[in-house]
């Protein structure tokens, strides 16, 4: 699995499958033109775009182009760098007919094809053993989620971290485990002594 340290801006749910398939990275989707509406949603990728950076991709029609630009304008500091894909026409699987430009999306284009719009990109991607991740289990003992403050707490941490407040714990997950490895989490909310004295 490719190791990519940028987050990635896929169109819809069933490109983010498949790129989940082909790469270790947090990959966003813009719900198509939601993005236009969705002020939390673009303030999360301009915060991955001043830290990680982000890399866009998105269908090579009309509307991709259309969501790309707007993004590339949205986002003023940051690293953003576009990955495009070939035109190529056909028909997705789970479609009846093909899309009204006729051109596959990022959903229908074959793996290798993908992998190679990543080095045309020039984004340097190698295999890692994908470490340890930060679980749904951390944020309850942390008392990020499953408790009566949660929300409250969640939104405390959110905020020293320099992360959009309104995060869903799901959300928060992702983030997290894009930016520190859960020891690094787990020190920083002071459940690793606790761990080392029980062991």
Known sequence: ???????????????????SSLVKAVI?????????????LLELIRYYARTTGILILTDSDRAGFQIRNYIRGAVPEGDVRN???????GKERRKVKPSAEGKLGVEGIDAEILREAFRKAGVLT???PVSEPITKTDLYLAGFSGMPNSAGKRREFQKSLGLP????ASALLEVLNSMMSREEFLKKIG???EESSCS
């Open 126 to 128: 190698e295999e890692k």
């Open 1 to 19: 699995m490719l190791q990519i340290k940028q987050a990635i801006i896929v169109e819809g749910k069933y490109d983010k499958i498949k790129l």
């Open 28 to 40: 966003i989707q813009t719900n198509g033109f939601g993005i236009y509406k969705n002020q939390e």
């Open 191 to 193: 459940l690793q002594k």
């Open 165 to 168: 407040s309104n995060l869903s």
């Open 83 to 89: 990955i495009y894909i070939p035109d190529i026409f």
